[in-house]
């Protein structure tokens, strides 16, 4: 039997994962991912227009903004935020659909998305991974050679920012060594399958067993 194999009738948990640019959080959710049986990956919807590469309902769910607003209206978000003039958004059926099939099921998103979840839904867990140090961090974006000198200091200025959220977060993961961030995200995913809300519908089950 695989080692990340959910116990039968245990609930699926909600595990949140931010970081700031450049710590290598895409790269880790990859690795993660392929090393987690159980674990799926919830999709967005976006105001944006699909990239060439993109699939609508793999990517994302590219929706108008007059659908995506409407769906604002009716509270069917459980985070969502204006980015660059496009919105973006975490649906709650999606959530819920993956946990009420045993599923655990990872949201990628920012530390202001991190508070809406955590508003909504107190028993996500959280981790937040972060660089060795800001001067590896800077060393990383600037390695990439994918931005522009004024973009790399404005991701960087947002990291200083985003850092200081730290204590909101359950867990903390120091991306120093790629294997071994692997390694402790894999073990926080593990963790959240005991946890009492998921195991609570099994353990009912246990306790009407004893009768009395």
Known sequence: MAKD????????????????????????????????????????????????????????????????????????????????GHLYGTAHKQLQTAQEAGQ????????????????????????????????ELSRRLRDRHSDAPEEIERRLQTAREEIAHWPEYDYLVVNDHLQGATQALRAIVRAARFRRPSQAGRVEKIIGTFGG
């Open 5 to 84: 194999r959910k116990t039968p009738a245990a609930r699926g948990s909600i595990i949140v994962i931010s970081a700031p640019s450049g710590a290598g959080k895409s790269t880790l959710i990859k690795r993660l991912m392929a090393a987690s049986p159980g674990l799926s990956f919830s999709v967005s919807y976006t105001t944006r227009a699909p990239r060439a590469t993109e699939k609508n309902g793999r990517d994302y769910f590219f929706v108008s903004r007059k659908v995506f607003e409407r769906m604002v209206s009716r509270g069917e978000f459980v985070e969502w935020a204006d980015v660059y």
């Open 104 to 135: 655990d099921i990872l949201l990628d998103i920012d530390v202001k998305g991190h508070q809406q979840v955590r508003q909504r839904l107190p028993e996500a867990v959280s981790v937040f991974i972060l660089p060795p140090s800001f001067a």
